[in-house]
């Protein structure tokens, strides 16, 4: 039985994958996107958030941290000086107005998949199941397998959205157990790239052609970033590589029966509603300032994707 670090589960899911679905958030990725939805995934572990909104100064978190990491300025004012903080989770266990609370907490697979299979009547329903993201259910890739075979076993659809920035194997391991790969690419210049999220590309297009490779449905799912990769040149660019990955699909489905498995694509436009997410972490939100894409501007990238060759999920 392994264990991991888990972020949320979110039940009644509708945007992660076919049907409703439960969508398992685990901790720790590879990638620093500065626009990240899911800011309190991006570290491997657990921290402390303070959500200054919810406090009703108590102070029942200064008398409880041993480090002097909390307390009042001179004009009344909470402070978390976050250089003490150890993680100990002492505040947090008693902050009732829950203005302290940790990113993640340590579950078994078995939790986990107890906590999935509460709502099995509606991914039966309908055709709906689980899916895990991130982070990058990848990186604790042991933990996410377990899950994924125990989802299996009691014959739940499958999903992981991963961004690919992992060594093969990691992929690979999960493959067996997965329906549905649910990828996304933000650049295909790897300089812009690197920018934009701290890493290259490299590694994720060659698992991008690997995966094309399988018999798994592959969604690719694009988010549009202001002054990262909202231009129509950017979104050819990338439209046209996954135009290249069904082309290879469909040559080594050549002479088979049937029609080679999906590979489409969805443009997910930037929204700023993480904003509190970052105060709570102590992190500046550098997309603060970012306008999201009108809906006009998808439009007109979603033809831009179309004319490259790409097949649009759900068109
Ligand atoms: S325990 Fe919670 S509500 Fe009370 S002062 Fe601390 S952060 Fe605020
Ligand atoms: S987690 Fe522990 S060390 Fe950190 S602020 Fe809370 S009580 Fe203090």
Redesign the pocket.
Known sequence: MTTGYICNIQRFSVHDGPGIRTTVFLKGCTLRCFWCHNPETIRPRPEVQ?FAN?????????DACPEGA?GFDENGL?IFDRAKCVACGK?VD????E??VFTAKAMTAEAVVAEILLDRAFYDNSGGGVTLSGGEPALQVEFSREILERCKAAELHTAIETAANVPWESLAALLPVTDLVMMDIKHMDSAKHRDAVGAPNALLLANARRLAETDKPILFRIPVIPTVNDTPEEIAAIAAFIRQLTELRAAQHNGMAGQPVPITLELLAFHRMAGDKYNSLGWEYRAANLTPPTKEHMAMLMDVAAAQGAVLHGR
């Open positions: 303070f919810r406090c009703i100064g108590c102070a029942a978190c200064v909390q909470r505040c008693v902050c009732y107005a203005a302290l």
